[in-house]
């Protein structure tokens, strides 16, 4: 985590050169790294997520999720409606907005935290001017409790129940990175007493991958672990491919961290069945072709090794670096999405996300 | 190790500096033990300092005659191999330097015995001789009749340029057992054919060796008994300067191979393309470098975490890191970093290749190996770039020298794939982690034919599924196995 966008040697030269990439260029957004400048509307609560989620202390799209609700109770529980407003007209305004503003400054919001907000923001705008303020708030709060039980915890216990029942003895799992469900399936199987080996591949520069080897290692799991480049050495071996889920795209493709696509694609080329865990909040009614019309780009600096040769990269003219978040696995590699409502193919995605906006309407 | 600088870690540059002190024993174990201890490693070190120490064996080794130098090199060759064979360049230039051998002397011979027909030249080299050579010149030399010779030679040569097609030698209508030789290469190389052991003999002076239904054992025997020891005399020494320049063209190719394949850059990289390369090489750099110079495009460099990724990130910044360039600083003038030239220069992880895969015109991989059918050994990573290229219909381009090019093909690719040191990836520091966690860190991929769509090597650009044939201009089939005594015959 040494993201530090602005003081760089970049921003000391007098002629400042882009070192945005083409392609991405429409994806650049400076990232706050700290408490400084922020707007002092922002709850205590919130800056600190802001802060943790920009250094990756809460990474993952239901961690961030469930995080950021969990702070919004604090800043409603803080709230009390000014005289003269209403609490369903001024809060989302003029409370939540700059929150959200500022969450998104320090990365960019998850799809399913956008999911989440929409639903937060239609909740209290259907909050009655009769009610009052203290009534009204317990009730948000209690609601925000239910939607994450449902949407994400029971979502979870019901996904990895499914997704452990697919994984049989002698399985050779391979997952990509970290991805905090497919962890929870591996555990639940495991737990069961089956055995089965796990095929961890990671990649630079956040190594998520390895935090879920130290964990399945710890409960004494046969693990196996290799970076991107050993994928087609192993993949072989392997019988099922699980993957956890940035978003599903209505599409039917599959934004998940970077590298995933690689991962699916030698899955596909070998024949073996590449499983998404996907919770339906992290359905969305966006399409993606391909990985550049939607991303997310990272600090460049959290490419750069300290003391390796690429420390003062930003001297060198027409050097850039490129460290986009995720990409876009095509629908084809896909054979089957686990989700809390069943298990679907990628085409059923737009399906489930309109019943799931519907329940909830 | 007599001749190792304290203080330095030996590599190339010192290697070759104490060829020319170190008695060759020495020189050669302490060869063996550089490329055990890698200290001399990747393709181009390898390769040169194979063929500068065969260089001091033929020039240090007294031979009486051919044979015993041939052996002597397949000794030699069989040791280095040995110790390090997945550095496959090392038998490259054994066998490269036996076939040269082998050519030098069949053409003393056909001079001796019909200095009429001579066609020998120095200057352009193997190709015509492995057509034209062999067993047909021996034809010539046991029937002692020019015009013989002359008449088969034609006959072949035409034939030659007919069979082409098929990538076949021409088979010599004279002598009917050969035609059980080969027409394909890949024949060639599991199984040494008959014709090897005919070459194989016929190169040395012993006359039991003739094929039993040719005219005479006895002829033979006669005419090598008669003029053996003159010739001995008078060709030993000529002989040996021809060796010796004829490594001194290897090594010279070795120089300027990358010079040639870069020069044919500026037909295959267009302006305002995206080329995605991988890891860092010296010849797709000066490929790219002579692109620049007429064109404007970007390349994406692939980091090739986590074994080559400091060579490549020092490639793209222009820095030397010590341990990486060590080898090659005595070889290789300092090369300009490719966004000097004026190139954007996009530096991503291998996890972005899919990503960005949809915006690259064409990929340009650099190898480790090639091997005869048209796959290539590269670093680690090379063959998830290579089908995702596929994927997205973006042609892949290998550039690599011939040198590299190995007549080896073995039927399990994994046994060409090294595996390195897995604290690259977990580091020793991380205990828990090390105790439990197999990991595992491969060097090399092995990338199938069909995921390549076109080699450029110094001699031009070719499909995968033409290399083998130049692996058949540059080895000469009896030397193929010359590192495994048990498949021969």
């Given at each position: ?80 409606t000014p005289p003269q407003n209403s609490l369903s007209r001024h ?271 | ?55 001091q064996v033929v020039a240090k080794f007294r031979w009486t005659d051919i044979g015993n130098l041939l052996e002597r090199i397949q ?415």
């Amino acid at each position: 985590g040494a993201q530090k966008v602005v003081p760089g040697p970049i921003a000391t030269e007098p002629k400042k050169e882009d070192k945005t990439v083409e392609f991405f260029r429409h994806l650049y957004k400076t990232r706050t790294t700290s408490i400084a400048g922020a707007s002092k509307d922002v709850h205590p609560a919130v800056l600190a997520l802001g802060l943790q989620m920009s250094n990756y202390t809460i990474c993952g799209s239901c961690a961030r999720l469930v995080a950021t609700l969990q702070a919004f109770k604090r800043v409603i529980e803080s709230y009390t409606t000014p005289p003269q407003n209403s609490l369903s007209r001024h809060l989302t305004s003029h409370v939540l907005s700059p929150q959200i503003e500022y969450l998104s400054s320090c990365r960019p919001l998850s799809i399913s935290m956008g999911n989440a907000i929409r639903w937060l923001k239609l909740e209290v705008s259907k909050v009655d001017v009769s009610v009052p303020d203290a009534e009204a708030k317990k009730g948000l709060c209690d609601a925000i409790d239910v939607f994450i039980r449902e949407r994400v915890t029971f979502a979870d216990q019901v996904i990895a129940r499914s997704a452990a029942d697919k994984i049989k003895n002698g399985d050779v799992i391979m997952t990509y990175a970290k991805s905090s469900i497919v962890q929870r399936a591996l555990v639940t199987a495991h737990e069961e007493g089956k055995k089965f080996r796990v095929i961890i591949v990671d990649s630079r520069p956040l190594h998520e991958g390895k935090h879920l080897a130290a964990a399945l290692v710890k409960i004494g799991m046969d693990v196996k672990y290799c970076l991107i480049n050993g994928l087609s050495h192993n993949i072989q071996d392997v019988t099922k491919v699980l993957l956890g889920a940035h978003a599903m795209m209505s599409n039917g493709r599959l934004f998940s961290r970077i590298g995933t696509a690689l991962v699916a694609m030698e899955a596909n080329e070998a024949d073996k069945p590449v499983i998404v865990l996907c919770e339906t909040i992290k359905f969305t009614e966006r399409v993606a072709l391909d990985s550049i019309v939607h991303n997310e780009i990272a600090p460049s600096d959290e490419l750069v090794i300290p003391g390796g040769p690429l420390e003062n990269w930003g001297d060198i003219k027409k050097l850039q670096l490129c460290n986009p978040m995720y990409d876009v696995t095509p629908a084809d590699y896909i054979q089957m999405i686990v989700t809390e409502s069943g298990n679907v193919p990628p085409t059923s995605v737009p399906v489930l996300h309109r019943l799931g906006n519907e329940s909830q309407g | 190790m007599p001749s190792l600088q304290a203080g330095y870690a030996p590599n190339l540059g010192i290697f070759l500096k104490s060829l020319k002190t170190a008695p060759l024993e020495s020189s050669i174990e302490n060869l063996i033990s550089l490329l055990k201890r890698r200290q001399i490693r990747n393709s181009r070190p390898c390769a040169i300092a194979t063929a500068h120490l065969l260089l001091q064996v033929v020039a240090k080794f007294r031979w009486t005659d051919i044979g015993n130098l041939l052996e002597r090199i397949q000794e030699v060759g069989q040791r280095l191999v040995e110790a390090q064979p997945r550095e496959m360049v090392v038998g490259n230039i054994v066998r490269r330097v036996l076939g040269m051998i082998r050519d030098e002397a069949k053409e003393d011979r056909t001079e001796d015995a019909s200095d009429s027909t001579s066609t020998s030249q120095l200057g352009s080299p193997r190709r015509e001789r492995s057509e034209s050579g062999s067993f047909r010149t021996e034809g010539g030399a046991t029937s002692s009749s020019p015009l013989r010779f002359v008449s088969t030679d034609a006959s072949t040569l035409s034939e030659a340029s007919g069979d082409d097609v098929f990538g076949g030698r021409s088979q010599p209508t004279s002598r009917p057992p050969l035609l059980t030789s080969h027409t394909s290469y890949a024949v060639l190389n599991g199984v040494p054919v008959q014709q090897s052991m005919f070459n194989l003999l016929s190169a040395t002076p012993t006359p039991s060796s003739t094929p039993p239904h040719t005219s005479s054992p006895h002829g033979k025997s006669t005419i090598s008994a008669s003029s053996l020891a003159q010739r001995i005399v008078i060709t030993t020494r000529d002989l040996k300067a021809e060796v010796i320049s004829g490594i001194e063209e290897i090594i010279d190719e070795l120089d300027q191979v990358d010079d040639q394949i870069a020069a044919y850059a500026q037909e295959h990289i267009h302006s305002n393309e995206v080329i995605l390369i991988h890891s860092s090489s010296l010849s797709v750099q000066k490929f790219l470098l002579k692109a620049a110079e007429k064109r404007r495009f970007t390349v994406i460099v692939a980091e090739s975490y986590p074994n080559d990724h400091e060579a490549t990130h020092a490639a793209v910044t222009g820095k030397v890191s010590p341990d990486v360039e060590g080898d090659e600083m005595s070889t290789e003038t300092f090369l300009k970093p490719l966004s000097a030239a004026g190139i954007t220069v996009i530096l991503m992880t291998d996890a972005t290749i899919f990503a960005i895969m949809s915006r690259v015109n064409k990929v340009i991989l650099a190898t480790h190996a090639v091997i005869a059918n048209g796959g290539l050994i590269a670093a680690a990573g090379a063959r998830i770039i290579a089908k995702a290229a596929k994927v997205h219909r973006t042609p892949v381009i290998v550039v690599s020298g011939v040198y590299k090019l190995s007549p080896e093909y073995p039927f399990e690719f994994e046994s060409l794939i090294e595996y390195g040191d897995p604290g690259n990836i977990i580091g020793y520091g991380e205990g828990a982690l090390v105790d439990h966690l197999e990991v595992d860190n491969p060097v090399y991929d092995y990338v199938p034919p069909d995921l390549v769509d076109l080699y450029i090597t110094n001699l031009g650009a070719h499909a995968p599924s033409y290399l083998y044939r130049i692996v058949a201009d540059h080895y000469k089939p009896e030397d193929i196995n010359f590192h495994k005594p048990e498949l021969q015959f």
